[in-house]
């Protein structure tokens, strides 16, 4: 089995100006005045890194369903033929929101 890439390595703490500095494995650091919040943006990281890739890149990217909402709003206010998009859902990176014109799937 092989050693992750995306854990914490190393604190330094009152160093450069800051309170506490940690360090990831993959080189990635982070520092502020707050040990425990500094320590949580790594935690952060560390999940956000082994998040599976996006497997729609070209497809356009919302930080937040509102902001994916609100697209979806000013779509369909453009009066244009062809498909539309109708709803938003969740990525399966889990990162960002897309639009699609397909409609959900049904779980039985």
Same mark, same amino acid.
């Given at each position: 089995?092989?050693?992750?890439?995306?854990?914490?390595?190393?604190?330094? %703490?009152? @160093?450069?100006?800051? +309170?506490?500095? &940690?360090?990831?494995?993959?080189? =990635?650091? %982070?520092? @502020?005045?707050?040990? +425990?919040?500094? &320590?949580?943006?790594?935690?952060? =990281?560390?999940?956000?890194?082994?998040?599976? +890739?996006?497997?729609?890149?070209?497809?356009?990217?919302?930080?937040?369903?509102?902001?994916?909402?609100?697209?979806?709003?000013?779509?369909?206010?453009?009066?244009r033929p062809g498909a539309r998009p109708t709803r938003t859902y969740k990525c399966p990176s889990g990162r960002h929101w897309h639009t699609t014109s397909q409609p959900a799937s049904?779980?039985?």
């Amino acid at each position: 089995m092989t050693e992750p890439d995306h854990v914490m390595v190393r604190i330094r %703490e009152r @160093g450069h100006g800051y +309170a506490a500095i &940690v360090w990831c494995k993959c080189g =990635h650091s %982070e520092g @502020g005045f707050d040990r +425990a919040k500094v &320590v949580a943006q790594l935690y952060k =990281h560390t999940i956000d890194a082994n998040r599976p +890739a996006c497997p729609t890149p070209k497809k356009s990217q919302y930080g937040s369903e509102q902001e994916a909402l609100n697209a979806l709003s000013k779509f369909l206010q453009r009066a244009r033929p062809g498909a539309r998009p109708t709803r938003t859902y969740k990525c399966p990176s889990g990162r960002h929101w897309h639009t699609t014109s397909q409609p959900a799937s049904k779980v039985a």
